[in-house]
């Protein structure tokens, strides 16, 4: 998710933003609450946290396992009976 910061905000600590956006980070540059410019990594990949890495391998270990429904086993005739 990108951080907002006002035009005034950026000018001011233009370099810690760039350091930022170098490391991953994107923010929106607004001017009298309007967006008006997004400050992003050129090569549009973002670095993750080490939190973020943690929580991205979870996620993918629930998907590979599936979740339970309580369903029990389906086929195609089950799926299809009619009433």
Sequence with gaps: MSKT???GEANQAFA????E???GEEYVITRKGEPVA?????????VLTPEQEAARARARACTEQGWP????????????ERK
Excluded at 16 to 19: D, L, P
Excluded at 69 to 80: E, F, K, Q, Y
């Design 21 to 23: 956006v170098e490391a």
């Design 38 to 46: 997004r400050l992003v990594p050129v090569s549009g990949r973002r």
């Design 16 to 19: 810690r933003c760039i350091r």
């Design 5 to 7: 910061i006002s035009l």
């Design 69 to 80: 429904i309580g369903a029990g086993p389906l086929d195609r005739d089950a799926l299809h």
